[in-house]
């Protein structure tokens, strides 16, 4: 972590305005202005980037996947423009909590990746660009959005301390444990071999 110089006040307000950033479903907002019903009842029911390609509108896919990414990686900025690296990382940390438990979506949110994603480069650029090659290698390779996540997310940590940023560590390791928990049903798919493949219906 880095050395925390902000007061309480500052680093209050910038994980609200990180959490408040992360809250909004731009998946659920993004089908429903395109009248493609309402995604949380559609294939999964995740308000994610993966879901919305279930509905067979890749537009509308890539508008959430860089709208999700693009909402970790804003908290990041201003927070980190308005008062240093420490309201930067917590900021972060608000904003993936705000996408996996959004108060406008009565707490029921996403898994996270896009936004974890999006904070990691907005962090340590470098660091997130190695994530993002993570992700795009696995499912290359497999086909699998979830075991991508998986492998991304469980590697961020150590991309971080193999280029030099070791202050992102402790973030990285909280922010993988979130998406594996959130990714449990799938892990127990993939164990069973019936976790679907990138671009399939259920």
Wanted: glycine share 14%.
């Amino acid at each position: 972590m880095p050395e925390i110089t902000s007061g309480a006040g500052v680093l209050f307000l910038t994980a609200l305005l990180g959490y408040l950033l992360g809250s909004i479903p731009f998946g659920v907002v993004i089908t429903g202005a395109m009248g493609l019903g309402d995604l949380r009842k559609i294939g999964s029911g995740n308000i994610g980037a993966t879901n919305v390609l279930r509905t067979g509108n890749k537009a509308a896919a890539l508008a959430t996947l860089l709208l999700d990414g693009g909402k970790g990686a804003a908290a990041v900025l201003i927070a980190r423009a308005l008062a240093g690296e420490d309201s930067a990382q917590l900021a972060g940390l608000a904003a993936f909590l705000g996408h996996l438990f959004p108060i406008w979506l009565g707490g029921k949110g996403g898994k996270g990746v896009a936004t974890f994603l999006g904070i990691l480069l907005a962090l340590a650029f470098p660091v997130g660009l190695a994530a993002c090659a993570t992700w795009a290698a696995t499912a290359l390779v497999t086909r699998i959005s979830s075991l991508s996540a998986l492998v991304s997310a469980a590697t961020a940590f150590v991309w971080a301390a193999l280029l030099g940023h070791g202050d992102m560590v402790i973030l990285a390791v909280t922010l993988a444990t979130f998406v594996f928990w959130r990714h449990l049903p799938n892990i127990e798919r993939l164990r069973a071999g019936t976790e679907p493949r990138i671009g399939g219906k259920t």
